[in-house]
């Protein structure tokens, strides 16, 4: 490996990394993949499900060979306590057919495909290799450009570019000095566990037809008052079912996540969509969500930060805005790479094109959110009750009229917390939950 030299270099074969190394392959660049996993996926964790656009900008009717688990034809939100759950959802069934909208997915298997297809694009693509460090050359007398990567192992690879596509940790990113050490009060951590159910009674529990999904999101009772979120998944004969929360929160609160993912698959509602299921895995994953205050400047010379590395996350949605990030990184080193031009102003428009986006736009609303969960704690806890105890009261056949009935309601509304306060909790969790 000793002297090699590529036009660009990703580091990580995630989503990020893999449609950035297909597009600058595409742009015939040579591009080197370099995956710490013993392949691509073998350490990515998700809920969750994939979303056909970015994708099948990439790779048209991807569906056809992808290895996705079901079409998404039904989403849920439940706001739930002990034993009840206010559920809203959408069933849509357009969406069990060609174009699709979002698939569930494993995703050792899908970025695995999605890499491979980088290769066949004419990517070279090494797995168990660490990236250490970065090279840097200089440019002036206070100037400098990133020239390569160094591997564990000290071996040296050299490249006019170097995207980085290594997901949350983002150590390079903070070795670049261009991203802060990131804490606790950036990241949630979530444990999921995959449990096998034959497709027949996937199907029966959650009301679907052969080739249909169904996603419940789950707030209130699954973090145990903090703020965070539990989710069921449906597979093609399995179910993911996860939880987690701020990782300060699980900490301060003394919450274990492992207790946690136990107690909600007791959940009476839960409990009987996974009766008699078997666990086939266990898996944990942070992501970071320190939202639109915590990206990291994009790009530098000779260097781009992409996926979760970048932040890039808004509500549910991961896996997509890597690949567009990805995307986009991959069409400006080609036109770097046509330019001969790898200086931080060549490719300070990638930061423009990130910055200009429409998810951009949503993760800047979000701007705030992790400051006021900071402030309460205890928000998703207070709605999730506050509309199971309304419902049980709304539901309650009994003998008052229902205009004494609405007073009755909002009274207590008004007795948990100020309607305002209510109000607010439920803005900021409609941002945070993006269950939809
Ligand atoms: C529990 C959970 C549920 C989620 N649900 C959803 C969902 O339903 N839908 C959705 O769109 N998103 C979801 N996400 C978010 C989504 O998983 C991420 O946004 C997405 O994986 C980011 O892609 P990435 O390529 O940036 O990073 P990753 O997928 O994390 O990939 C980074 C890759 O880099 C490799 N790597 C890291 N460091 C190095 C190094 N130094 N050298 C070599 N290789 C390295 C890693 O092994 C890994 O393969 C979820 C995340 C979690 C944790």
């Known amino acids: 490996m000793g002297n090699d030299r590529y036009d660009a270099i990703v580091v990580g074969a995630g989503p990020a990394g893999s449609a950035a190394a297909m597009t600058m392959a595409k742009n015939n660049m040579s591009v080197l993949l370099i995956e710490r996993g013993e392949y691509a996926g073998a350490k990515n964790v998700f809920g969750g ?31 739930m306590d002990n034993d009840s759950a206010v559920k809203i959802g959408f069933t849509g069934l357009k969406f ?15 970025d695995r495909w999605l890499a491979d297809k980088a290769v066949k694009a004419g990517t070279r693509l090494i797995t168990n290799t660490l990236v250490k460090d970065l090279l840097y050359e200089k440019t002036g007398i206070f100037d400098r450009k990133v020239s390569g990567v160094i591997l564990e192992s000290g071996d040296r690879i050299y490249s006019d570019i170097v995207i980085l596509a290594e997901g949350v940790s983002g150590n390079l990113v903070e070795k670049a000095g261009l991203r802060e050490k990131i804490t606790p009060d950036d990241l949630t951590l979530y444990v999921k566990e995959i449990l096998e159910l034959p497709s027949g009674k996937v199907e029966e529990r959650f009301n679907l037809e052969k080739n249909e999904g169904a996603s419940i999101g789950m707030v209130g009772y699954p973090s145990s008052g903090a703020i965070g979120k539990g989710a069921i998944f449906t597979n093609k004969d399995s179910l993911s079912i996860m939880v987690g929360a701020y990782l300060n929160q699980i900490i301060d609160k003394g919450l274990n ?41 994009l790009s530098a010379p000779g260097v781009m930060v992409t996926g979760d590395a970048a932040i890039m996350i808004s509500g549910r949605r991961g896996t997509d805005l890597a690949m567009l990030t990805g995307m986009f990184a991959g069409e400006i080193a080609a036109q770097a790479k046509a330019a001969q031009d790898f200086s931080g102003e060549m490719l300070a428009s990638y930061d423009r094109k990130v910055k200009n986006s429409f998810f951009m736009k949503d993760i800047a609303a979000g701007k705030g959110a992790k400051k006021y969960y900071e402030l309460h704690p205890d928000a998703d806890f207070l709605l999730s009750k506050a509309a199971n105890d309304a419902a049980y009261d709304y539901f309650t056949v ?19 917390q100020p309607l305002p306060k209510t109000a607010s909790d439920l803005y900021h969790g409609y941002l945070h939950w993006g269950v939809f």
């Open 96 to 110: 069990a057919k060609p174009p699709y909208n979002k698939f569930t997915a494993i995703r050792a298997k899908f």
């Open 257 to 297: 996540p492992h207790l946690l993912l136990k107690r909600l698959k007791q959940h009476p509602m839960v409990k009987r969509l996974i009766e008699g299921a078997k666990t086939v895995e266990f898996q944990a994953h942070t992501i970071p969500k320190g939202g639109y205050e915590q990206i990291p400047q």
């Open 49 to 79: 499900s994939v979303y056909r656009q970015p994708i099948e900008i990439l790779i048209p009717a991807f569906w056809e060979e992808a290895p996705l688990e079901r079409p998404v034809v039904s989403d849920e939100l439940w706001l």
């Open 398 to 416: 009994d003998l008052l009229s229902f205009n004494i009935k609405l007073e009755k309601i909002m009274g207590e509304l008004k007795n948990m």
